[in-house]
């Protein structure tokens, strides 16, 4: 296995309902990053959340953390068809002093009206 | 709200020329990266620069790449003499600090070369 592996590989939805991404990681990390990417455009920051922490939110965004399970997800509540994209998470691991970022292969969301 | 920009878009290329991808990063930021994605593959890194020099470069970054930042603005990845599998999306990225601070990416150079 590789650092940084989403699963499922690919989500398919209605919308309004609730979205859960799951990512997993070998090393331990100083951060996790959640990106999200439309079809061949460019990598959108989401939300960072620090190894000593737990949970964030942004919006309809949440995200957790467990290290001792070296996994992180990512809830996007109530979603809508704009919400129709890949999903990425990115560690930077711990030691890495040059912002390295590692990213995994990737969630497809699909988000039907 | 500031973002990080990229030209051109898209550059189509013959083998074994020459070719410059530009990137402007966010004016605060001091730490910047460029990684590359072939398509339907992982993002991947390739180099991080800070203060006039490379902090880390991957396996993928030899000898036929090279980064410069020739002014104040702009961070440039030069690959000189292009492969057929050098085909990719070329993203920027910059950040305020290194460790523990996001990374803003532009939206991406798709390099196509024949």
């Known amino acids: 296995s590789q650092q940084g592996e989403e699963d499922p590989q690919a989500l398919s939805i209605q919308e309004g309902e609730n979205a859960t991404m799951n990512c997993s990681y070998k090393t331990s990390i100083n951060n996790l990053q959640w990106y999200r990417q439309n079809s061949g455009r460019g990598l959108v920051h989401l939300i960072l959340?620090?190894?000593?922490?737990r949970e964030k939110h942004s919006g309809r965004l949440r995200v957790t953390l467990d290290t001792s399970k070296k996994s992180s997800s990512l809830l996007i509540t109530a979603s809508r068809a704009a919400d129709t994209a890949s999903y990425f998470c990115?560690?930077?691991?711990?030691?890495?002093?040059?912002?390295?970022?590692?990213f995994g292969q990737g969630t497809i969301l699909t988000v039907h009206p | 709200e500031p973002e990080v920009t990229q030209t051109p878009s898209h550059q189509v290329t013959q083998m074994g020329q020459e070719v410059i991808l530009r990137c402007v990063p966010i004016?605060?930021?001091?730490?910047f990266y460029w990684y590359r994605q072939i398509l339907g593959q992982k993002v991947e890194f390739l180099v991080s620069?800070?203060?006039?020099?490379?902090?880390?470069k991957s396996e993928i970054f030899d000898d036929q790449f090279s980064v410069e930042r020739p002014d104040g603005s702009n961070f440039t990845l030069k690959i000189r003499s292009t492969k057929l599998e050098d085909s990719a999306m070329y993203f920027c990225?910059?950040?305020?600090?290194?460790?523990?601070?996001?990374?803003?990416f532009g939206p991406g150079t798709r390099l196509t070369v024949t």
């Open positions: 959340i620090r190894s000593n922490e």
């Open positions: 004016s605060n930021h001091l730490y």
């Open positions: 990115a560690t930077l691991l711990r030691g890495t002093s040059y912002g390295k970022l590692t």
């Open positions: 620069f800070y203060n006039n020099e490379i902090s880390e």
């Open positions: 990225a910059s950040s305020e600090r290194l460790a523990g601070s996001e990374q803003y």
